[in-house]
């Protein structure tokens, strides 16, 4: 064998497929983490309404020992999260939420919609919200919206303009005991998602 040259038995994997393929299990795998993060705020907002672990346990599909071990992990003098359910909250989390569900909704209404890789991007967590990943979403739901003007219920434009008057006018900052910025997230794009519905 010559220097570094590695005899490869026929039908191995070459380094390279299996980086390629280790890449894809690692998104995978730090898109698990962060699911799990979130599932933890989400059991400490919860907490913060007065629910019991059991009714934590149903929501979550956890057993209620699992919630209770997440429940021990939060600090005794730290103040459990905050968090107001009005649609009309002004801060950076909350409007990207809004707006990944209008895009969301566009993505599921309009054939060969625009934002539509985005929005499964986000969802399989290969995107995250940047100010510049933001800037990208609202191009394309602003392009999706003008072309499928006619296919797309009015509310929706209500909607995308209002989110972007609060991201173009300066977003005001979450308050200090409020829920981490991937809950109030999260929570946005529920409450949105279900107005644009009519659940709300």
């Known amino acids: 064998m010559e220097g570094d040259a590695v005899r490869q038995e026929p039908g191995a994997l070459s380094e390279e497929q299996a980086a390629r ?3 894809g299990m690692n998104e995978v795998i730090r898109a698990g983490e962060e699911m799990r993060r979130l599932r933890t705020e989400m059991i400490r907002l919860f907490a913060g309404f007065g ?10 599909q956890m057993s209620q020992p699992a919630v209770s071990k997440q429940m021990t992990r939060f ?13 009309q909250q002004h801060d ?11 895009a969301e909704e566009v993505a599921e209404t309009l054939d060969a ?12 967590g290969r995107r995250r919200f940047t100010p510049q990943s ?19 219920p009015a509310a929706f434009r209500t909607a995308y303009d209002e989110i972007s008057r609060g991201l173009d006018t300066g977003a005001e900052p979450a308050g200090p005991a409020s829920a981490a ?4 997230r999260t929570v946005a794009r529920q409450l949105q998602r279900d107005r644009l519905r009519g659940d709300a």
């Not at 890789?117 to 969802?123: C, I, K």
């Not at 910025?181 to 109030?184: C, D, E, F, K």
């Open 21 to 23: 393929m280790l890449a």
């Open 51 to 60: 629910w019991t672990q059991d009714k934590i346990a149903r929501i979550t």
């Open 75 to 87: 600090a005794a003098d730290e103040p459990l999260p905050r968090l107001g359910v009005a649609l």
């Open 92 to 102: 950076v989390a909350w409007l990207e939420g809004r707006l990944w569900a209008l």
């Open 113 to 124: 919609a625009r934002c539509a890789r985005f929005v499964a991007a986000l969802a399989r």
């Open 134 to 152: 933001t800037d990208e979403l609202r191009r394309l739901l602003e392009a999706d919206l003008r072309l499928g003007a006619a296919e797309l």
């Open 181 to 184: 910025a991937s809950v109030r």
